[in-house]
């Protein structure tokens, strides 16, 4: 049973858009969300953190939302760019499971030109 | 920047038959793991090791074992290879802290037919 889930599969955004991206957790005791990025034929990469302390943490283009009430937490992508192509993982880790990650099934963001 | 290096990059196997992957990492991290990507289902960890020495059942371990061979290297073994196991694997290590990001290497598609 996934405890992390992405329910988009893919997200088509124009350039220059705002792109959001939805993750849903079902344990409460992660505490720690990370996105990672994934071009074809790569491994993934890390891109953004939260801590559950936090509601918001910000890195250039990229910000990250947390809701801990609603077990949700966002990614937005602003603006977006045709590099921004590519899969995105949600993960979520927390003291309970020594920290190792558990992954959404990822969603496929395309930026149109 | 070596990183993590996974080989093969690509293999294809009948049933029944085994193979190795080999993975090692040039950061000097204590944790590895070992992932599977597959349709729909994001990353499931199959093995990882904490520290030299010890290695820990993920969420999806049947038919493979591993080997902490050193800090550097971490093996995964399919004894024998079963259609099941087509997937993309992923070796990916981290240097301990529960925050710190995991880094991934560029995967190895295997193919059993």
């Known amino acids: 049973d996934q405890q992390v889930k992405q329910n988009s599969p893919s997200l088509s955004v124009q350039e220059g858009r705002i792109s959001i991206l939805n993750c849903d957790y079902t344990?409460?005791?992660?505490?720690?969300f990370l996105w990672y990025k994934k071009y074809p034929a790569e491994g993934p990469t890390f891109l953004i953190s939260i801590s559950s302390i936090k509601d918001k943490n910000e890195d250039g283009r990229f910000t990250v939302f947390l809701n801990k009430s609603a077990k949700h937490l966002s990614l937005h992508i602003v603006p977006s760019q045709p590099g921004d192509s590519a899969v995105y993982f949600c993960a979520a880790s927390g003291a309970f499971n020594d920290y190792k990650l558990s992954f959404g099934a990822g969603t496929t963001v395309t930026v149109r030109a | 920047n070596a990183g993590v290096t996974q080989t093969p990059k690509f293999q294809v196997l009948k049933t029944g038959q085994s193979m190795t992957l080999q993975c090692a990492q040039d950061m000097n991290h204590n944790s590895m793991y070992w992932y599977r990507q597959d349709p729909g289902m994001g990353l499931r960890l199959i093995y990882y090791?904490?520290?030299?020495?010890?290695?820990d059942k993920g969420e999806v371990p049947n038919g493979y074992n591993v080997s902490r061979l050193n800090k550097r290297e971490f093996s995964l073994r399919l004894e024998s290879a079963a259609p099941s196991q087509t997937s993309v694997y992923f070796c990916?290590?981290?240097?301990?802290?529960?925050?710190?990001?995991?880094?991934f290497g560029e995967g190895s598609r295997l193919t059993v037919l």
């Open positions: 990916a290590s981290r240097d301990g802290s529960h925050t710190g990001e995991l880094f």
């Open positions: 344990n409460s005791m992660f505490d720690y």
């Open positions: 090791s904490a520290s030299e020495g010890t290695t």
